[in-house]
């Protein structure tokens, strides 16, 4: 018995010890190639911020997009979605090419103003460096899974600064319902070390704050410690989150979609998008839909870090970001839904706490992560991403936000390689389902 015992401990303690050896100096590979994606990023953003004019090559900037995945890509034209089906069954693999080639066509988008993210970027060089450390290593199958899912988390975590997020948010996103625990530990190594790497290399991320909110209630003489009308005004509020979650995601399959069915030579296809991309920002006289928007590129501008300002949002800003990053995306154009997803979540959080009188820089973090987690399946790390960005004073309204969006997001997502392990509503005979009570009254005559 005792001999089992200790057997067993040396048994982990050697796989803890594999694993950390493994996942550290990939989450280092990966956090410097983030860092110098994150660096070559904010160049392009900033150099097209002083020469407005790149904005009208941003058709011809999509035709070499084009080529260079149809010479080059191969199957690494997948993006995530290869990443993710890999992870479920490995196969032939995750071309090396693609960490190299998703970098300087994301850079190339952005340079030249497409609307579009940048953890689609990160992830598939997570994805592509796991996949060469595994060939190295000569791992098996099962072990190919789990150092695949670590480096989805080492680049995740690396590109956003959140860490513990990056580790659950690749063990969530592979399949609905179900998570992993055996890669967690290499997750939670890759994403701290990735976000060390990107710190150490001296890239900086954004900061957000949320003004201090009372959050209690006085009831008939009562103290609660949540407000009630507050916790109602976040719940209606994150229903609408989750709805829009997924007309984004509707948007950008629709939008792909419709180019392929009616554009027959493909070329074409980036090209209509970039000229439509123009045509908008010439209609609306601004250029605040572009690129990531994160960075103010005029005074007054709508950004991220506006929107949790009062006023700090038009109306629609969030539809607006949504329709240019569903033309992006949808034809061609590379990068990833993310921080797109953060823009429109955080602008629309920003319109609602206005209709609603409720806190604008709260609901603004509340829409920044529940959008995100109703678009990709993903509450429980987007509730901890609210806590890693935000602080952990809301955590209830964070995960009440991102639980009631991802139900109200429908079964579908971003990623068309995410499997439903299990079904966000189960009608089985659980004695509540309309088909177990139909059964039920079946059996009696009245």
């Known amino acids: 018995m005792f001999k089992n015992i200790v057997s067993k401990q040396i048994s982990l303690l050697k796989y803890l010890t594999r694993w950390t050896l493994i996942s550290i100096p990939l989450a280092i590979a990966i956090g410097s190639m983030v860092a110098l ?10 150099f097209r911020f002083a020469h407005t ?25 997948r993006g995530n979605n290869l990443i993710i089906d890999e992870i479920h069954q490995p196969g032939a693999g995750v071309p090396k090419r693609m960490a190299p080639l998703i970098l300087v066509t994301t850079v190339i988008t952005h340079l ?15 994805g592509s460096l796991a996949n060469l450390f595994g060939g190295w290593l000569k791992l098996n199958e099962a072990d190919k899974k789990v150092i695949l899912t670590a480096g989805v988390a080492a680049g995740f975590g690396a590109v956003f ?24 530990l290499p997750c939670l190594i890759a994403g701290l070390i990735g976000d060390i790497t990107v710190s150490a290399w001296g890239v900086h991320h954004t900061l957000y704050h949320v003004d201090i909110v009372n959050t209690s209630q006085d009831l008939y003489g009562l103290h609660l410690p949540v407000s009630l009308w507050l916790l109602a005004k976040v719940i209606v509020a994150s229903a609408v989150f989750g709805l829009v979650s997924r007309a984004f995601a509707k948007a950008v399959h629709l939008v792909k979609n419709f180019s392929l069915k009616w554009i027959k030579i493909t070329w074409l296809i980036p090209v209509c998008g970039g000229l439509i991309i123009i045509l908008l920002t010439f209609i609306l006289g601004k250029p605040d839909y572009l690129s990531l928007g994160v960075d103010a590129e005029y005074p007054g501008a709508v950004t991220i ?11 629609f800003s969030w539809l607006w970001k949504l329709i240019y990053t569903a033309i992006t995306l949808g034809t061609g154009f590379k990068g990833g839904e993310v921080t797109p997803l953060f823009y429109i979540g955080s602008t629309l959080g920003n319109t609602l706490a206005e209709l609603m009188n409720a806190p604008v820089s709260l609901f603004a973090a509340l829409g920044f992560i529940a959008v995100f987690a109703g678009a990709t399946n993903t509450p429980l790390a987007c509730t901890l991403m609210g806590i890693e960005l935000f602080g952990g004073e809301y955590a209830l309204f964070f995960a009440v936000a991102c639980f009631t969006a991802y139900f109200f997001s429908g079964e579908g997502g971003i990623y068309s390689a995410q499997r439903v392990a299990t079904p966000k509503i189960v009608e089985g005979d659980d004695g509540h389902s309309p088909k177990y009570l139909r059964r039920m009254f079946s059996k009696y005559k009245f």
């Open 305 to 315: 870090v506006s929107a949790f300002q009062h006023a700090g949002a038009d109306a």
């Open 53 to 77: 004019w790149l904005l009208y090559l941003l058709p011809a900037a999509g035709v070499v997009i084009h080529l260079l995945y149809k010479l080059y890509g191969q199957s690494a034209e």
């Open 112 to 126: 030249f103003g497409g609307s579009a993210g940048r953890e689609g970027t990160a992830v598939q060089i997570g």
């Open 161 to 184: 600064g959140t860490p513990l997020t990056g580790a659950i948010f690749a063990l969530e996103v592979i399949a609905i319902g179900n998570i992993r625990y055996n890669a967690l």
């Open 37 to 46: 994606f994150l660096w070559l990023l904010t160049w392009a953003i900033h």
